[in-house]
């Protein structure tokens, strides 16, 4: 793949004998996470920092963008791209050299899109996805109801793997394997790969994984995604050795069972900041800025995946801007963390309303799955009427 050089620091003097400010000329590309190298023109690339004016441009016929800025590769910095049609895609800089890979926008409910891209050594990571009945990786391309459409085996990525429909009741692990260190167990190259993961729901990024820095081994296991839908943070580096990429299958296959508990590793929380994010997006939603409220509560799960309160606040916040499937996703998430006095009304309501959902959706046996969920966990004579309602509309 053409990748443009990244060009010289220069220096940009101020008037006035104001000390210099050294800038980088930043130089990434952007490129689509469904089609095997292809470019995405006129997508808008901004890079912007707390505090600072942020600068943007917009890519070329061969998706590169240059622009020049003094954070390009501040850790401080977030690199944000746009496209109509696909989901704005945001991630932490450094940035400078890497590629960037836009998700179309998916119209299923249950629909998910893991994207992999890293940097330029190792030149081969492969991702791996393992559920009943599938084991989707380079070597077994499509399974049930997903797919491996992106493999990528001369660094950068993308690599990516759509799951069309998810299957309620069964469990999905996700990892990434550094093939090109498959055999080499103490191997700091997949920890140096600058590796990230970019999930998709809807039409929105939902959760952003980065490798874990300064630890050794082979292979990632990034996540599971239980049998309800939620999503559980693995985020561990092991030491494998495999001799057919298949056997990956063997090294994660663990964690599809769920008595299996997992605690997030690597793991960084900033329940402050989570707190402050979370009050600002309700500000936010009670002003009528429905985009900046969930960009806010996002940005609050971001800081502490563990905040049941920003959960279901980004579920309702979802379902009022009319994204049923992220709102599902959130909602999920508030039903595994609720707690204390409050926990039964946040599960029954949240279950309640990714039943309305389904049921907008027409997808009858759904909904009724999650209104019975509602009354199991609290009794309520609305959950009743949906209940009859939906039984009456399946009789017919």
Not at 250 to 256: C, L, M, R, V
Not at 273 to 278: I, W, Y
Request: hydrophobic share 40%; with cysteine; glycine share 8%.
């Amino acid at each position: 793949m053409f990748r443009s050089p990244v060009l010289p620091v220069v220096a940009l003097l101020c008037a006035f004998g104001t000390p210099a400010v050294y800038a980088e000329q930043l130089s990434v590309q952007v490129l689509s996470a469904t089609v095997k190298d292809q470019k995405i023109e006129s997508a808008n690339v901004i890079v912007q920092k707390n505090g600072a004016r942020s600068v943007q441009t917009t890519t070329d016929v061969q998706g590169h963008a240059g622009l020049v800025s003094e954070f390009a590769d501040d850790a401080n910095a977030l690199i944000i791209v746009k496209k109509p049609g696909y989901s704005d895609l945001v991630a932490k800089c450094p940035c400078a050299g890497m590629t960037y890979a836009l998700s179309p926008v998916m119209q299923s409910l249950d629909g998910m899109r893991i994207v992999l891209t890293w940097g330029a050594k190792p030149s081969d990571l492969d991702s791996h996805l393992v559920y009943p009945g599938g084991n989707i990786y380079f070597g077994k391309k499509v399974g049930p109801d997903a797919n491996l459409d992106v493999d990528n085996t001369q660094s950068y990525g993308p690599e990516t793997i759509t799951v069309e429909r998810k299957h309620a009741g069964q469990t999905y692990v996700y990892a990434v394997h550094d093939y090109s260190d498959r055999g080499r167990q103490f191997t700091t190259a997949l920890s140096n790969s600058q590796a990230k993961i970019h999930v998709y729901v809807g039409e929105s990024l939902v959760r952003t994984y980065y490798v874990p820095t300064g630890k050794q081994g082979n292979l990632w296991t990034v996540f599971r995604i239980t049998g309800e839908g939620e999503f559980q943070d693995i985020n561990t580096l092991s030491g494998v050795t495999v001799d057919d990429p298949a056997d990956v299958l063997g090294q994660i296959d663990h964690y599809s069972d769920e008595h299996t508990m997992v605690v997030a590793a690597n793991q960084v929380i900033d329940e402050a900041s989570a707190r402050t994010l979370n009050a600002q997006g309700e500000r936010a939603y009670h002003a009528g800025d429905l985009n900046g409220a969930i960009d806010a509560v996002r940005r609050a799960v971001d800081a502490d995946p563990n905040y049941g309160q920003a959960y279901s606040n980004l579920g309702l916040f979802y379902q009022k801007a009319g994204r049923s499937a992220e709102a599902i996703w959130a909602a999920r998430k508030a039903i595994a963390l609720a707690s204390g006095a409050t926990a039964a009304t946040v599960r029954a309501s949240s279950f309640y309303n990714i039943g309305r959902l389904y049921e907008d959706a027409g997808d009858l046996q759904q909904a009724l799955d999650n209104y019975q969920s509602a009354k199991q966990s609290k009794a309520n004579p609305v959950y009743d009427k949906a209940i009859e309602r939906v039984r009456t509309k399946q009789a017919h």
